[in-house]
């Protein structure tokens, strides 16, 4: 989703019929995605900054523009700045790049796996033009076999692209409210807050709209199984014109959850080594463990005060996540509409795990690895181990309101709860792994949480005709800057490139 990046789990047989749009506030690109209703199915700080004036032991330095954070979106920004011929600075909170996309070691494996953001398509065209350039490693998505759904003690099994354990009439049904859904996509106007519905939609939570299409019952559990999967987000949070508007934005869930071509086709090991093979390009224009502090602007520019150095430039870029961005001082202070607007816009929570066993014992049973709940208890797991592998290797997913289950869970009993959902789906070698590894993203300081940060009901249309408006020098992006593909790895590129190209062309630059 970094989504991300982006975390998938849905299906539905919806007739198909052309709809392509991307809806954005400046001129539209030619690769934003077209809704899709054909194809299989799968699932893709709270820490207060008190700013203190630090010692610097460097003299003001002069840029044309300082980045802060080194995500995908930042570093990308920062290279086709300095590709543009233009003096850059990316600052770093940690002492790594990648934002979103964290990949450590794994001994059991033999190589790096993905605690955060890892899934793409072949439509994500700049993310696989960075994978070729970097060489990450690839795999296609394996879904060979059936998958497993979790509802309470029960378990069902059934065919990719279904909600095993329907009913025909649940069926019917869940077809009917996918089709609802659709409906309500292809009735966005170009900008969503233009839209007929906008303001009836804007005015009321997900879960409010999903209760006026559906009854009770595991339909309505799976409807509202979105937010939490592709964001992070509970249905009672997001706005239904924010959660319709992002779904749009990617192409529409059928194709975010396919396997074949769309959001869950294949997946890397190693998504970091996209924004690593970035910083090795742009060399001692990045400084790591340099956390902006206070951020003094003016018509002319700004200067950006990190925990290292004091930078003076023309234009800031803020590649983070508003709940971050209101950490900082801003002096003058931001105009009371954007401050308001990253008070509405939070971050979703995401928890991640890796568990590797001596071999896919579940292929055995001719199970592809890949789980849902409509229980709410967790969000999905799948197999990445593609095909001929040795080692069994499972990620899981816990977002949104699965999120809230373990979260704040003992590191130990996370890991209990986490493989217990695994041996319930799989069997219970699921309770032996040769190693494991979570990350919860609400505990990342410098993060704010995970998959991708959303609107808040009556944000989007009272402020989103602004949302990606510079306020003077400052420029904002990162993958919910995005007009198309917001969530994914590929949406922080493509915030990160209206915004380069945005400084480019201004006289500033």
């Known amino acids: 989703m970094l989504c991300s990046c982006p975390v998938r789990a849905f299906a539905a047989c919806v007739s198909a019929r052309a709809a392509t749009w991307c809806f954005q506030t400046s001129r539209p690109s030619n690769d934003a995605p077209k809704l899709s209703r054909a194809g299989p199915e799968v699932t893709c700080l709270r820490y207060s900054v008190t700013y203190q004036q630090p010692e610097l032991v460097m003299s003001e330095n002069k840029v044309d523009a300082v980045i802060v954070g080194a995500g995908l979106s930042g570093s990308y920004i920062a290279l086709l700045l300095k590709d543009a011929g233009l003096s850059v600075k990316l600052l770093e909170a940690r002492e790594r790049v990648g934002g979103?996309?964290?990949?450590?070691?794994?001994?059991?494996?033999?190589?790096?796996?993905?605690?955060?953001?890892?899934?793409?398509?072949?439509?994500?065209?700049?993310?696989?033009?960075?994978?070729?350039?970097?060489?990450?490693?690839?795999?296609?998505?394996?879904?060979?076999?059936?998958?497993?759904?979790?509802?309470?003690?029960?378990?069902?099994?059934?065919?990719?692209g279904t909600v095993p354990g329907l009913s025909p009439e649940e069926r019917a049904d869940y077809k009917e409210a996918y089709g609802r859904l659709y409906a309500a996509m292809d009735g966005l106007a170009e900008n969503p807050w233009e839209s007929k519905d906008a303001k009836a939609l804007d005015s009321i939570t997900y879960v409010s709209w999903v209760d006026s299409i559906c009854k009770p019952g595991r339909v309505h559990a799976s409807m509202c199984r979105m937010p939490g999967a592709y964001y992070g987000a509970l249905p009672?949070?997001?706005?239904?014109?924010?959660?319709?508007?992002?779904?749009?934005?990617?192409?529409?869930?059928?194709?975010?959850?396919?396997?074949?071509?769309g959001g869950q086709s294949f997946h890397m090991m190693g998504s970091a080594m996209v924004a690593e093979g970035m910083a090795g390009e742009l060399g001692d224009a990045l400084i790591l463990s340099s956390p902006a502090r206070r951020v003094e602007w003016d018509d002319k520019g700004a200067t950006v005060i990190s925990d290292k150095i004091s930078l003076r430039c023309r234009h800031v870029v803020f590649a983070a996540q508003p709940v971050m961005i209101n950490q900082l001082q801003f002096d003058p202070p931001l105009p009371a509409k954007r401050r308001l607007l990253h008070q509405r816009f939070p971050s979703g929570r995401n928890t991640k795990a890796v568990v590797i066993y001596d071999k896919p014992f579940w292929r055995d049973r001719n199970l592809n690895g890949n789980i849902i709940a409509t229980d709410g208890s967790m969000t999905a797991a799948f197999d990445l181990g593609g095909q001929g592998t040795d080692k069994g290797i499972l990620i899981t997913l816990f977002t949104g309101q699965a999120a809230y289950g373990v979260d704040n869970l003992p590191p130990t009993d996370r890991r209990n709860v986490i493989l217990s959902k695994l041996a319930q789906a799989l069997g219970n070698e699921a309770h032996e792994p040769v190693e494991y590894m979570d990350r919860?993203?609400?505990?990342?300081?410098?993060?704010?949480?995970?998959?991708?940060?959303?609107?808040?009901?009556?944000?989007?249309?009272?402020?989103?005709?602004?949302?990606?408006?510079?306020?003077?020098?400052?420029?904002?992006?990162?993958?919910?800057?995005?007009?198309?593909?917001?969530?994914?790895?590929?949406?922080?590129?493509?915030?990160?490139?209206?915004?380069?190209?945005?400084?480019?062309?201004?006289?500033?630059?």
């Open 100 to 160: 979103l996309t964290y990949s450590p070691e794994s001994k059991a494996y033999g190589g790096r796996v993905d605690l955060g953001g890892q899934w793409v398509s072949p439509q994500h065209k700049r993310m696989n033009t960075l994978i070729a350039k970097y060489k990450v490693p690839l795999v296609k998505q394996f879904v060979a076999g059936r998958r497993a759904c979790l509802h309470g003690a029960e378990v069902f099994y059934g065919e990719m």
């Open 236 to 261: 009672e949070e997001i706005s239904a014109l924010e959660l319709i508007h992002k779904l749009r934005s990617c192409g529409g869930p059928i194709f975010m959850s396919d396997t074949a071509t």
């Open 440 to 509: 919860v993203w609400a505990d990342e300081e410098w993060s704010g949480g995970a998959s991708s940060p959303f609107l808040v009901p009556g944000a989007l249309t009272t402020i989103g005709a602004e949302i990606r408006e510079p306020v003077g020098p400052l420029h904002w992006a990162g993958t919910h800057m995005a007009t198309h593909y917001r969530g994914y790895m590929e949406g922080a590129l493509v915030a990160g490139e209206a915004a380069a190209q945005r400084i480019i062309a201004s006289p500033r630059a």
